[in-house]
């Protein structure tokens, strides 16, 4: 079958691999039919790893993707072939201790599909089929499209980012970064809040869609008022701050425009070397709380999307077809224009 696997940094390749057969019960194949460029797997194409995950052989990236089930499991009648899925990468142990907890996300047997996390690697949606656990697969109504549903797992993430943020209700959200992760923070803010949603960047065009779909403000710390602004909007100080840059410097620059007693979310994956301003964290008894990858929250994005109560179409910027794999990712690499890019099968 078609699939194209990441050989090193920005190397990646179509191959002729062997389909995935055979299954167990428990299992299903899904043919998979639109595929998101994350971020992270932007960081495997140009360093070759992303953190301390490092590939030990090629293997295909997308994590974030949806299809039809081509081949049927015994064990689950609902999943018939053709049925149309998105699929949850995340496949936790559940028997751990932190599994217990409540804490799947953070499993340390977790097998992610896309991901060099764990050895074999599992292949992602950059494959033309995967076989897969039936129960990672979620059934949808037909007015969802492939390609929104293939955006539940970043619409996943920040719901988790959010519930450990608490209820935002009646508090103000100050955001960094206008990414995908970025976007979807301040879509989803907006849906539990009345206070002020702010969002900056550097990049003008990130700060257009973002207005374009509706925040309070969407600001560029290049421009010279930018500090005014910011505050304008919350002169108290911002109650929270979802940190989705991942930029070295960014909480240095950002602490001082929170409350005291306000609380940091880390959503962007800061570099080796990145600045902590300990300082301002502990005189104003600051909370910092890092957010990885999602827990329970993927029933909770598809009821968001089966409800319309949001339009994951509007951060999508560009598509192309799978056979363009290679000229998809070079691009989302290095665009300062695009929020997210989909891949079509």
């Not at 495997?44 to 049927?72: C, Q």
Request: charged share 25%; net charge negative; aromatic share 8%.
């Amino acid at each position: 079958m078609k699939s194209f696997l990441l050989y090193g940094k920005k190397d990646v390749r179509y191959s002729d691999i062997p389909y995935p057969e055979p299954t167990e019960n428990h299992e299903v194949i899904v043919k998979v039919k639109s595929v998101g460029i994350c971020g992270s797997d932007i960081h495997y194409y140009k360093d070759g790893k992303i953190g301390d995950f490092i590939p030990k052989e090629p293997f295909a990236l997308g994590h974030e993707f949806s299809g039809v089930i081509e081949k049927a499991s015994p064990l689950h009648p609902r999943l018939k072939i053709g049925t149309r899925v998105s699929i949850n990468p995340s496949r936790p142990c559940k028997t751990c201790t932190t599994c217990k907890a409540g804490k799947q996300n953070l499993c340390p047997d977790m097998k992610y599909i896309g991901s060099a996390s764990v050895y074999p690697h599992l292949n992602g949606g950059f494959s033309e089929y995967i076989k897969i656990p039936a129960e990672n697969c979620v059934t949808l109504e037909d007015f969802i499209s492939f390609e929104t549903a293939a955006l539940l797992e970043p619409l996943s993430v920040v719901l988790h980012a959010l519930s450990l943020a608490g209820d935002i209700k009646r508090k103000s959200v100050l955001i960094t970064g206008a990414g995908t992760i970025g976007q979807l923070c301040h879509m989803v803010a907006n849906l539990y809040t009345d206070e002020a949603v702010v969002i900056t960047d550097i990049r003008d065009s990130a700060l257009e869609k973002a207005q374009e779909i509706g925040t309070t403000a969407a600001l560029n710390p290049k421009n010279s008022n930018f500090e005014t602004e910011v505050i304008s909007y919350a002169p108290e100080g911002y109650d929270i701050l979802l940190e989705a840059s991942g930029a070295n410097t960014i909480l240095t620059n950002s602490v001082k425009f929170l409350k005291k007693g306000g609380k940091v979310i880390q959503l962007g994956m800061f570099g080796d070397g990145a600045q902590f301003p300990f300082a301002a964290f502990m005189k104003n008894e600051l909370t910092y709380q890092p957010s990885f990858r999602f827990n329970n929250e993927y029933e909770k994005a598809l009821e968001l999307l089966q409800t319309k109560q949001i339009d994951l179409t509007q951060i999508i910027s560009d598509r192309f077809p799978y056979d363009r794999i290679p000229d998809a990712i070079e691009k989302a690499s290095c665009s300062l224009n695009d929020i997210k890019i989909i891949i079509e099968n």
